[in-house]
């Protein structure tokens, strides 16, 4: 198995567990949580920060294993990509700085008061991280055929 299969491999993984980890997130969020189901969603919250890293790593390793990164960098479809990940990566800020808010009232066995507001908020972001998500999968085989 040739390096670039391996690295393929491993970003196609990354990028179904980003997806599934936030789909669980937006299943499991409501406005009115349990303790253990608040901590669940941190826990998964955690996977999909870590699964977000190693797409953008693998998608790295793969600029330069496969057509090199001056190939990518002359497509738009490239900078899109890039630019629709960082948007991504940048309101699913709010998310998981709201879940280590509740770390405090879960270490201490108590459910976290959301109010209204955040809770609105934070179902409309992962509603958009989900929506994002689902175009980029085009912009990288539009920058694959160059
Ligand atoms: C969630 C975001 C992403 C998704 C859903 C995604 C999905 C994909 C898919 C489906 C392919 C296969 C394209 C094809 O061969 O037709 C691919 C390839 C690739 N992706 Fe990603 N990707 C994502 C993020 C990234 C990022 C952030 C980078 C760069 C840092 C990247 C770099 C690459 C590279 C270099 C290839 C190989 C293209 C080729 O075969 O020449 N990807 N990605």
């Known amino acids: 198995m040739s390096a670039n299969v391996f690295w393929a491999w491993l970003h196609y993984l990354a990028v179904f567990v980003l997806f599934s980890t936030l789909v669980v997130e937006h299943l499991l969020f ?42 990518y960098m002359q497509h738009w479809a490239f900078y899109a990509l890039f630019i629709l990940f960082a948007i991504v990566g940048l309101i699913s800020i709010y998310p998981t700085v709201v879940y280590l808010r509740w770390r405090k009232d879960l270490r201490e066995g108590r459910a976290p008061v959301i109010d209204a507001e955040t809770a609105r908020r934070i179902t409309i972001i992962l509603r958009a991280e989900l929506a994002l998500l689902l175009v980029m999968p085009l912009l990288a085989a539009w920058m694959a055929r160059g």
Not at 54 to 60: D, E, P, R, S
């Open 30 to 71: 409501r406005p009115q949580l349990d303790a253990a189901t608040a901590k669940r969603i941190g826990m998964v919250d955690a996977i999909y920060g870590l699964s977000a890293g190693a797409v953008l790593i693998t998608g790295f390793v793969r600029m330069a294993y496969e057509k090199g990164f001056a190939f």
